[in-house]
């Protein structure tokens, strides 16, 4: 008489059985794909028909890849995709170096445009002299035309602080002399002993 025994493994152990005829296969380990910069040029265009555009900007139609790849290759050029999310997408025939430098030097210029807006301070006194009124205001005229804001900061010493007409009077003065090239930001108001103006260029 023959006896059977059933062997059940427990929970949360492990139970192997070798069986030749059971192979494990493991999938290929897939490199991450290399993020190119600019567009897909050449052989790195995946569709398989594309627009057409040759060198002088004439659109020459749908075509295989193939064949756009034989032109541009005929040309001594590259094939350069233009607009991938067009259906087909659209290529050029272009020199491929060209296009890169010409995207770096307006990405240079752009940068070059873009100038950090300063706030230059200009200090005056309440009873300014009308020679060092002159002075400050072509400091400010220089830094307006330099894309600056310009915060003006009169200080009261002592007894001037009964006086801070003075301080707006002065303040309105300046306003009506660069009220053509400079506007108001910040209307003048006191902190403690200083009263402060911010104008913008216009």
């Known amino acids: 008489m023959t006896t059977h025994i059933a ?9 192997c059985i070798n069986d030749p005829e059971t192979t494990t296969i ?7 794909p290399v993020v190119k910069d600019g567009p897909r040029a050449n052989r790195d265009i995946r569709a398989p028909r594309v627009q057409l555009i040759d060198a002088e900007g004439t659109n020459l139609g749908e075509m295989s890849i193939e064949d756009a790849l034989a032109a541009a290759d005929e040309a001594g050029l590259d094939l350069v995709e233009i607009s991938p999310n067009s259906v087909p997408p659209v290529t050029k025939i272009t020199d491929l170096g060209k296009l890169k430098y010409q995207g770096q030097k307006k990405a240079a210029e752009a940068r070059k445009k873009q100038k950090t807006v300063e706030i230059k301070e200009i200090k005056m006194r309440p009873n300014i002299d009308s020679h060092d009124y002159d002075v400050k205001m072509r400091a400010v005229k220089r830094f307006f035309e330099d894309g600056d804001k310009v915060k003006l900061t009169l200080r009261f010493r002592g007894r001037e ?3 801070l007409e003075l301080g707006m009077k ?3 003065q300046v306003k009506a002399d660069t ?22 260029p216009r």
């Open 7 to 15: 062997i059940i493994p427990a929970v949360g152990s492990t139970f």
């Open 26 to 32: 493991r999938k290929p380990f897939k490199a991450a």
């Open 161 to 163: 602080m009964a006086h």
């Open 170 to 172: 002065l303040l309105n």
């Open 179 to 200: 009220e053509s090239f400079a506007k108001v930001e910040a209307e003048p108001k006191l902190e403690g002993r200083q009263m402060m103006m911010v104008l913008a």
